[in-house]
């Protein structure tokens, strides 16, 4: 195999699967994944939910873009839905009701947040407490997502248009060249004239390797346990449940209830493991709110999610270093926005513009360009 390629993207999670899936339409990719399989770390421990009225408003216009190309994927892009119905219900502690405001003026009309009576909640979602629940709205069109299917879509793609995915090939040097990018790997040196900065928590180390600014990324750990359901319930229909005024949420989850404390505490980039305080408070909390009473964790697991000092997106050219492209940053969102962003990769690189009815939902190139941040 060659070792020259046009495109070389670092990280094989699903934003540069995507981005190799958009790539390899217009030249040679490589594909470098420090770990022995793609997908191991962000990208295989995600919420797997999707909804168009979550985040800051560009990561919302970048979310809601994907929408089409994940109801209605490419043919042989996957053999079942990406998505499925789940709804989202967020619900109000006593006191914490007029947080629900900020929530329902989300809404579109094209996908609404509907004010629901406690009543109601209560049926949709038995396992929450009467005596806990003061308001309660639902977002109708909240999806699960089959995060595997679109992860293997990508690459599947990416590899039958002739682009390689490399595994166990951790990158230790970037080095520039009159041509482009000389880049070291396990033992292997590859020849590119792009590189793509896909490394999710560890792109800013990648960045130093390659002499660029810092962009400020920062990864934060985020736990998630999985339990059953009260005796008797059945979850299976139930919508996902968040809790204003925290970032707690319970999901349905092939029978059992997957929770999270929603915590975002700040880590060094890692093969990151669940924190046994976080289970604990996490464990406390919910059968004091809801009527879950928790005898046994059935599997409890971390993620990290990378953000930026704005919270949005870096997708773009490095200021300083020519043909090396960022592409960090996606928070909790990147599932979601992955489709639109590895077109928007591929357009950046290869157009220097963002493609025109990305444009007009108002996604710009200044807001996604690395500089912002260095």
């Known amino acids: 195999m060659s070792n ?51 985040g800051p408003s560009l990561v919302r ?33 006593h006191g914490d009701e007029a ?59 990416l590899k039958e248009s002739g682009g390689k995915v490399i595994t166990g090939a951790r990158v230790t040097e970037l080095t520039r060249t009159g041509s482009g990018w000389q880049v070291k790997a396990s033992g292997e040196t590859y020849q590119a004239k792009f590189v793509i900065n896909a490394a999710g928590a560890w792109a800013n180390q990648i960045g130093m390797l390659a002499g660029a600014k810092s962009i400020g990324l920062v990864p934060k750990r985020r736990t998630a346990i999985l339990i059953d359901p009260p005796a008797g319930m059945n979850v299976s229909q139930m919508p996902a449940v968040d809790f204003a005024g925290g970032e707690t949420y319970i999901k349905p989850s092939s029978g059992k209830l997957m929770a999270s404390p929603g915590d975002q505490t700040p880590v060094e980039p890692q093969d990151i493991q669940p924190d ?24 409890s697991w971390a993620g990290l999610r990378s953000f930026v000092a704005d919270e949005m997106p870096v997708a773009g050219f490095d200021s300083s270093l020519e043909n090396f492209f960022w592409l960090a940053g996606q928070g909790g969102f990147g599932i979601m926005m992955s489709a639109t962003l590895g077109r928007i990769t591929a357009s950046l690189i290869n157009q220097g513009n963002i493609p025109n009815d990305l444009g007009a939902r108002g996604i710009t190139a200044e807001a996604l360009a690395p500089n912002r941040c260095q």
């Open 276 to 299: 046994e305080m976080d289970i604990a408070v996490l464990a406390d909390w919910l059968e004091r709110h809801t009527q879950l009473t928790i005898r046994r964790i059935d599997h």
């Open 61 to 93: 216009a970048i979310s809601t873009a994907s929408f089409d190309f994940l109801v209605n994927p490419p043919p042989g892009f996957a053999d079942h839905p990406l998505l499925t119905p789940r709804g989202g219900m967020s619900v109000a502690l």
């Open 4 to 54: 020259n390629c046009d495109f070389l993207i670092i990280g094989a999670g699903v934003s540069g699967a995507a981005a190799g899936y958009e790539l390899v339409k217009s030249g040679k990719v490589l594909m470098l994944e420090a770990e022995d399989a793609p997908g191991y770390h962000s990208t295989g421990r995600s919420a797997a939910l999707f909804t168009r009225n979550y």
């Open 99 to 157: 947080r629900l405001d900020k929530v329902l003026a989300l809404g579109t009309e094209e996908n609404p947040i509907l004010e629901l009576s406690v009543e109601d909640a209560l049926k949709q979602a038995p396992l929450l407490r009467r005596d806990q629940i003061a308001r309660a709205v639902i977002e109708p069109g909240v999806l699960d997502m089959d995060v595997d299917a679109i992860h293997r879509g990508f690459l599947k793609g």
